[in-house]
């Protein structure tokens, strides 16, 4: 079945170190990724998300590509900021639109 | 604003009592949804409506039961709270098609 795969568990990092959170995706067809990001006490929020192959998605800093070769979209933040601390999640929906999968997600802690 | 509102935003349950999470939308969005987020395990399915009066049962949904009784509420009830049952639910909706999720700010569930 469908699945998403991302760097699980807790990354810390020191302002303006550059982010790498790996997402790897398992789908039939031409799935649509996103990725969603959830600050302390309130839901996840769409990030951004990309359609199709080598399309770009990119908000607030952030960006990833979608590679359907290596069926990849991780995300990237040349700088990061405090801010930037929260979990994020990738995500896909599935060709037909019928249901999403979510990785575990990634908590993210940037030390000033 | 779009918008999707949880209530209560956390409840004390006693184990075997009865609990009901509301969940309302003013997104005029088709589909409802019912997760729940724990530490380790990310989001996870329970139970998702297409249509008013109709729910269907996500990837966790033994001991939980849903209703919507109109397209704007959608319930998620546990008949028998249990300790394991724990948790921050997290409501959402969308218009369906390629859309992306709006969430509400969860509601912690704490049963002992």
């Known amino acids: 079945g469908d699945s998403v795969t991302q760097t699980e568990g807790q990354v810390a990092l020191s302002e303006e170190d550059f982010l790498t959170i790996h997402c790897n995706y398992s789908a039939s067809g031409y799935p649509t990724l996103f990725w969603y990001v959830q600050y302390p006490g309130e839901g996840p929020q769409l990030l951004f998300r990309a359609s199709r192959d080598k399309e770009k998605g990119s908000s607030r800093g952030f960006e990833a590509t979608y590679d359907k070769g ?25 060709t037909g639109y019928q249901n999403f999968y979510f990785g575990k997600g990634t908590s993210l802690t940037v030390i000033p | ?43 996870r399915l329970i139970h998702y409506s297409y249509v008013a009066d109709s729910t269907e049962k996500g990837d966790i949904p033994d001991g939980y039961k ?47």
């Open chain 1, 70 to 94: 290596t069926t990849s979209f991780h995300l990237r933040k040349a700088s990061v900021q405090e801010s930037d601390s929260a979990v994020y999640y990738c995500a896909l929906l599935n």
């Open chain 2, 1 to 43: 604003e779009a918008a999707v509102t949880q209530s209560p935003r956390s409840k004390v349950a006693v184990t075997g009592g009865k609990v009901t999470l509301s969940c309302h939308q003013t997104n005029n969005h088709d589909y409802m949804y019912w997760y729940r987020q724990d530490t380790g395990h990310g989001l």
């Open chain 2, 66 to 112: 849903a209703s919507r009784p109109s397209q704007e509420n959608f319930s998620l009830i546990l008949e028998l709270a249990s300790l394991s049952q724990t948790a921050v639910y997290f409501c959402a909706s969308r218009q369906g098609g390629d859309s992306d999720y709006t969430f509400g700010s969860g509601t912690r569930l704490l049963v002992i």
